[in-house]
């Protein structure tokens, strides 16, 4: 999948004039699910995997929002999109990419995994907290 992406990517950077330029904007998109483990240790690489639906073919994966105050990490999907007239839905759903972690310290640290936005526009967090043992 990644290898396609680049090859649309390439496409779309060298294959076009100026004048065929697509623009392309940022957004969130909300994460399915993530599969974390019960605990941490402390120096140990871990691999995260995200989840989360591509909206349609406009969308690219362009990376995680990744903010880390304390022992608090809040994480969100960020997409790049294509501004153009010719998307359509997405139909190799659902996604997953990967979040190296490495716990440094021995205290819990606690994920806050963004999963959208409700009714009135407020951000929603899915919070799970998880011991760094020995």
Known sequence: ???????ALAIVTFGCSKDDYT???YEYVPVNSVQLPSEFKKDSIYELP?????????HFFNGFYYDKKSNVRTV????????QDNCTAATVNPITEILKFKPTTEDSYIFKIWKGEDSNGNDVYEET??????
Request: glycine share 4%; aromatic share 16%.
């Open 1 to 7: 999948m990644k290898k396609l992406l680049f090859f």
């Open 23 to 25: 623009e392309v904007h």
């Open 50 to 58: 995200f989840t989360y639906v591509r909206p349609s073919t406009c």
């Open 76 to 83: 969100a999907v960020i997409n790049g999109v294509f501004e």
């Open 129 to 134: 907290e998880i011991p760094v043992v020995p």
